[in-house]
């Protein structure tokens, strides 16, 4: 660093994985790292816990060696900016001592900033997003345990990334967002919530995904619709154990009813074992829902399918409603993104998906059975099918 002038150097990337770091050293290399021409910086740090953070040398930003940076991204160290950046389009803050009003001021003077990123911030209690920043679009928190209220004035923020609801963690205008994803593996009811709020709080949503910890309620009938919606993403995750029995799969239709521009469905189930009851008997038996017509659902994928009888109910009701479906995708093992439908072919070339219990094993190879006798022939003509199998070696029932 100290042969090297610093000059024309663009992007400064700096990552300690060690227990330490020397302050001065730091500072010295940030002082030849950080020039008129510099466009990124990432410094990335050891988080320590009950101890000192790092003071981040906010001075060597501001007083115009910092001004060409476009993207910033601090990690474990005590950040105190005292005034804004004028290039500053992404601003990453990940384990980050910051307060909510040191945040604010650099927030409003940053005035072309596009992205902001906060992550276990565990300083901020309100954030502040100005009405100056017309070009603000996107906004992600994750595990800003503190954080109690979004103060969003942005007014042209269309993408949200959180760890909970907006009504758990309010932001302010939120008509003109496109795009939420709402991610925890710890919240319960996402799925309930989204359908019975979210087309009165975010009308204009474009996508929405949803990744919940469990359900207790079944998705509700509610007269308001998503209009604009053309991808829904649901992940129904339990670290160990079953998603609750009590769920009915089926009452998802409800979600598709809702959303009549709707273009592509993904479901995801993790679980370490299936409590759900399997489906058995004639075909006759299973239920039906009310007659509809999905005309815009072109690809529907299930990861995680299992034998489930209001799983195949749901599978069903697709195959007889959405009648522009052309894509089909279900797979008995969770979390395997491969595009090969034979895992055979994949373990050849180094193995297939993370391993799962002799539980969901014996699972997996039920749900085929299932879809061999119930789905396979409703499938018209016109739609791919795409069973992904186990894979004859690593999931063989013995």
């Excluded at 010295?28 to 790292?33: E, Y």
């Excluded at 601090?74 to 900016?81: D, L, N, R």
């Excluded at 599978?315 to 093992?333: F, G, P, R, V």
Aim: proline letters at 5%; one cysteine or more.
């Amino acid at each position: 660093m100290k042969k090297h002038t610093g000059s024309g150097v663009k992007t400064f990337k700096l990552e300690c994985c060690g227990s330490r770091i020397y302050a001065s050293r730091l500072k010295s290399w940030l002082k030849i790292a950080v020039n008129p021409q510099l466009e990124e910086l990432v410094v990335s740090l050891p988080v320590v816990y009950d101890a000192k953070h790092y003071n981040f040398p906010c001075p060597l930003l501001f007083n115009g060696s910092g001004k060409s940076i476009s993207y910033l991204k601090p990690k474990g160290c005590a950040f105190h900016p005292m005034a804004g950046l004028g290039c500053l389009r992404k601003l990453h803050l990940s384990e980050v001592h910051i307060t909510g009003e040191d945040l604010g001021c650099l927030l409003s003077n940053s005035f072309v900033l596009e992205e902001l990123d906060l992550s276990k911030c565990n300083k901020i209690t309100c954030l502040k997003i100005p009405s100056l920043l017309n070009q603000f679009n996107h906004l992600t928190v994750f595990g800003c345990k503190t954080l109690e209220l979004i103060e969003n004035k942005a007014p042209n923020l269309c993408t949200v990334r959180i760890d909970t609801t907006p009504v758990r963690l309010p932001f302010g205008d939120s008509l003109r967002v496109k795009n939420l994803e709402m991610l925890w593996p710890f919240e319960y009811n996402l799925v309930y919530y989204a359908r019975a709020e979210l087309p009165r709080i975010m009308p204009n949503l474009e996508t929405l995904s949803i990744s919940s910890a469990g359900e207790a309620l079944n998705t509700p009938i509610v007269h308001a619709k998503f209009l604009h919606l053309k991808l829904l993403e649901i992940c129904l995750s339990v670290a160990e154990g079953a998603f609750s029995p009590a769920y009915d799969y089926l009452s998802l239709a409800f979600f598709l009813d809702a959303c009549p521009v709707l273009e592509t469905f993904e479901l995801s189930v993790y679980q370490t074992r299936m409590k759900h009851d399997s489906v058995s008997g004639d075909y006759s038996l299973l239920r039906k829902m009310p007659e509809r017509h999905h005309i815009s659902i072109k690809n529907v994928k299930i990861d995680g399918f299992c034998s489930a009888k209001s799983m195949i109910e749901l599978t069903c009701h697709i195959l007889d409603s959405a009648t522009s479906l052309e894509n089909l995708t279900l797979d008995t093992i969770y979390g395997a993104d491969y595009e090969h439908v034979d895992r055979l072919a994949v373990h050849d070339i180094g193995g297939c998906s993370s391993p799962i219990g002799k539980r969901m094993i014996r699972e997996a190879h039920k749900a085929i059975l299932a879809i061999e006798k119930y789905i396979m022939g409703k499938v018209p003509s016109n739609v791919k099918l795409s069973i992904k199998k186990p894979c004859t070696q690593c999931h063989s029932v013995k």
